[in-house]
T-cell receptor
Framework: KAGVTQTPRYLIKTRGQQVTLSCSPI?????VSWYQQTPGQGLQFLFE???????NKGNFPGRFSGRQFSNSRSEMNVSTLELGDSALYLC?????????????FGPGTRLTVL | GIQVEQSPPDLILQEGANSTLRCNFS?????LQWFHQNPWGQLINLFY???GTKQNGRLSATTVATERYSLLYISSSQTTDSGVYFC????????????FGKGTHLIIQP
């Protein structure tokens, strides 16, 4: 069974632009969670979608948003990019909600904001 | 949300050595996982272990839920074990996802 896939793997943007990242979960998984990893703040939870509904949201500004489609694929969008948004963005999928089940992570999207 | 502390922050060992990594939680958790992050950034799931003991090859983990800590044991270390090990947990009742520790950076020297 294929693992979690994320596209693109690398991305370079400039301040003020917006970006959309994509995540395809393991087949059959209904939960997709997103995390941001930076050297300073470590791994931080962004949000979780379960059956197309946002279930949980971390402490991030409204510039960070996401959605989930009926096939469980998820996208996250960051608008008006700032230098501090440079990070590795990881998504994870699970059968049940991510807070009660094993989470499986994708390879990540490394975003650089210039 | 909960606080997660990992120790030691850094560990350098020779190939063949054994090691113990520790994770302390500020509150009880009902979802506890250990991950290994490889040099390319991917988090590899090692154990889902909210309580009890599990073993997978040279790796094993024990969680003592009543005392809010978990241990990861690595025996007969290999250079491929190098990387960062994270534990993460969820306490329930809040709006947060998994809370991660800062990780243990393990270097296995040949």
């Amino acid at each position: 069974k294929a693992g979690v896939t994320q596209t693109p793997r690398y991305l370079i943007k400039t301040r003020g632009q917006q970006v959309t990242l994509s995540c395809s979960p393991i087949s059959g998984h209904r939960s997709v969670s997103w995390y941001q990893q930076t050297p300073g703040q470590g791994l931080q939870f962004l949000f979780e979608y379960f059956s197309e509904t946002q279930r949980n949201k971390g402490n991030f500004p409204g510039r960070f948003s996401g959605r989930q489609f009926s096939n469980s694929r998820s996208e996250m969008n960051v608008s008006t990019l700032e230098l501090g948004d440079s990070a590795l963005y990881l998504c994870a999928s699970s059968w049940l909600t991510g807070t009660t089940d094993t989470q499986y992570f994708g390879p990540g999207t490394r975003l650089t904001v210039l | 949300g909960i606080q997660v502390e990992q120790s030691p922050p850094d560990l350098i060992l020779q190939e063949g050595a054994n090691s113990t990594l520790r994770c302390n939680f500020s509150d009880s958790v009902n979802n506890l996982q250990w991950f290994h992050q490889n040099p390319w950034g991917q988090l590899i799931n090692l154990f889902y272990i909210p309580s009890g003991t599990k073993q997978n090859g040279r790796l094993s983990a024990t969680t003592v839920a009543t005392e809010r800590y978990s241990l990861l044991y690595i025996s007969s270390s290999q250079t491929t074990d190098s990387g960062v090990y994270f534990c993460a947990g969820y306490s329930g009742g809040g709006a947060d996802g998994l809370t991660f520790g800062k990780g243990t950076h393990l270097i296995i020297q040949p």
